[in-house]
């Protein structure tokens, strides 16, 4: 949709990456060593970097290439399109390798009225991630919203 | 492990700030976090949809508030983080990103601090409202 074709379908065990945690601790401006040090990690007796909170959104990005699609089969305009909320339920913090599996779950959708009027249409969209073990580490609810332009019920 | 937990009390605060947000931290956010959508780095498409210029992927301010409970009780400390994004981010923007202890129980034996989370532009905007579970995590 954006140019340049993307796998359709992601690779379940997709491993989190210690450079990839480098570069997006990086872009959040956090310096914090558990985050790019894995001899200070270990030292702290983890197994290696750990992934920031929100790091698992990026692999979810990754997971659903998608997404957009989604977004097309539900009526939104990506134009108008914002992103409302998310939620993460961690059993466990997330480690630089590790291999996760996302798991799509429900989708469910709503319109409610807007405050300057006109609908406005909520979709939430639940996820999960399961680890190399096959256990369930982080639970994700995603909240996208269409604002204004034409809201198709 | 972390001693941020043992002498927590109710209404502490916890503050980070980041001056002038500009469209190349946006960029190395999509890179880092692959947000590709228009909106957030091309002028022209966001222009189009009726924007003043590309503004930042909530995303983006969500993982800055982040470090508010990173930061105060330890990388590994996070057990839920909530996220309703009310504002949008915008090139030149300073913001307060700031966490308050709401609540200190005990599950499973664990102590658990909650914290209620907000980044609020220079014009006392709030760009997100969040909520925050911690507590102390040891590999088992």
Redesign the interface.
């Known amino acids: 949709m954006?140019g340049s074709p993307v796998a359709l379908i992601n690779p379940p065990g997709l491993p989190v990456e210690r450079g990839?945690i480098h570069?997006?601790s990086?872009?959040?401006?956090?310096a914090?060593p558990?985050?790019h040090d894995e001899i200070a990690a270990k030292a702290a007796?983890?197994?290696s970097v750990?992934a920031?909170?929100?790091y698992c959104?990026?692999q979810a990005?990754?997971a659903t290439p998608d997404q957009a699609k989604v977004m097309m089969e539900l009526g939104l305009d990506?134009?108008?399109v914002?992103?409302?909320?998310?939620?993460?339920?961690?059993v466990?913090?997330l480690f630089a390798g590790d291999q996760l599996t996302p798991h799509q779950g429900e989708i469910s959708s709503y319109t409610k009225e807007g405050k300057r009027g006109g609908l406005m249409k909520f979709v939430d969209i639940y996820s999960h991630f399961t680890d190399q073990n096959g256990n369930v580490v982080v639970r994700i609810k995603n909240t996208i919203i269409q604002t204004?332009g034409v809201v198709k019920e | 492990m972390n001693s941020a937990f043992d002498d927590i009390k109710e209404g502490d605060e916890h503050i980070i700030t980041?001056r002038g947000f500009s469209r190349t931290?946006f960029v190395?956010?999509a890179?880092?976090?692959?947000?590709?959508?228009?909106?957030h780095h091309d002028e022209s498409f966001a222009k189009?949809?009726?924007n003043e210029s590309v503004f930042g992927?909530?995303?983006?301010t969500?993982?800055?508030l982040?470090?508010v409970?990173?930061?105060w009780f330890?990388?590994?400390s996070?057990?839920?983080?909530?996220?309703?994004?009310k504002s949008r981010l915008w090139p030149g923007d300073n913001v307060v990103f700031k966490g308050v202890v709401s609540k200190i129980y005990e599950e499973d034996g664990v102590k658990h601090v909650d914290i209620d989370l907000s980044a609020t532009n220079q014009k006392d905007e709030v760009l997100i409202q969040a909520q925050g579970t911690c507590r102390p995590?040891?590999?088992q």
Do not use: C
């Open positions: 954006f990839k570069e997006f990086n872009a959040i401006g956090d914090n558990m985050f007796g983890l197994p750990v920031p909170p929100t959104a990026t990005f990754f990506l134009r108008f914002l992103h409302g909320g998310q939620e993460f339920e961690f466990r913090p204004g | 980041h931290d190395k956010y890179g880092a976090g692959g947000d590709f959508n228009p909106i189009m949809s009726g992927m909530g995303m983006l969500a993982s800055m982040s470090r409970l990173t930061d330890g990388a590994t996070v057990k839920k983080y909530a996220i309703r994004f995590w040891v590999p």
